[in-house]
């Protein structure tokens, strides 16, 4: 499988990445280490999780999905076979990117994920309280100490990417390899346009998250009705199940017949086909999910048939 260069760390990636905040959550830790399995077994090497997933699931705190992660490659030792992207910031445990908040998180991340390096440390969320030199030194002086072999950033405004690299530049810090937008063929907005423009000008790798819109895009959801005592229910209700998702669908369902492939794998082949993207992240509750997925990266789909998908917001 064609890897694809994760900015300039020298990192590379299949060009899928498995989503983690399933782990723990609607993946019990059985399933969570056969999908992992099945994933690596594709082929596929980059598995993205963070430190607060899944605090939002009552009873749970945040580090579940690192932990879950972290008994799989105990178990498996096959640390080697991949790149483990994990994030800091957003936890309310250990929030922020302040030097103190980064020196205490990474290490309740390495011991969670059983491991003494992360491949790619990702900012979870710009934080605007501390200066941005304070941030990037506590990330160049974890690189230099072994401890994260490249760093991203998540959810940061073009601009705001932007001002980080040249800060990188200009102190001679490690710079954000990656980005971790929010992208799918309904929510567009944040990369298409400036943030495109910085990525393909710097050579930043982009790695959005959403690729499926929480499941929304497999065209599983089509009714309310459909959402009745579903995990993702309320995100599909409030951000999807709308004119404008209906439209979107349509144009899936069109696509998918054509070349013959589910609406899933059009859905992720389409964010794969735009050219400033990395690899989309996505996730699976159960091996046949997956494996649906992973089929997304040997799908080329055809120039007409992403112009119709570009289109279908306004058809
Ligand atoms: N940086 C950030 O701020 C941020 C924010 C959100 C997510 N993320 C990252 O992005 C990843 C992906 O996001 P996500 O998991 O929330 O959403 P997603 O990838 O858009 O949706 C995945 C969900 O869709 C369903 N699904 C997947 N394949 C399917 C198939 N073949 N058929 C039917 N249903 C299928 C599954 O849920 P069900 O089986 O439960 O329906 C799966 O968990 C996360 O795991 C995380 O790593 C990052």
Redesign the pocket.
Known sequence: MNHRPLGRSGLSIAPLVF????FGW?ADEAMSHRLLDAFVDGGFNAV??ADVYSAWVPGHTGGESESVIGRWLKARGRRDDVLVLTKVAMWPAQPGLSATNIVSAVEGSLKRLQTDHIDLYQA?QDDAETPMDETLEAFDRLIKAGKARAIGA??FTPGRLGQALKVSADKGLARYETI?PKFNLYDRGEVEGALDAVTTREEIGVIP???????FL?G?YRTPADLEG???GRTVARDYLNPKGLKILAALDEAAKAVSASQ?QVALAWIMAHPSVTAP?????SVE?LT??MGAARLVLPAEVIAKLNAAETA
């Open positions: 989503g983690g905040n399933v609607t993205d999780t979870h998540s959810n971790q998250y959403y690729g499926l819109a929480a499941g497999t599983k579903k995990a993702r899933a992240i996505a996730s699976a509750t999910q649906e997925l």
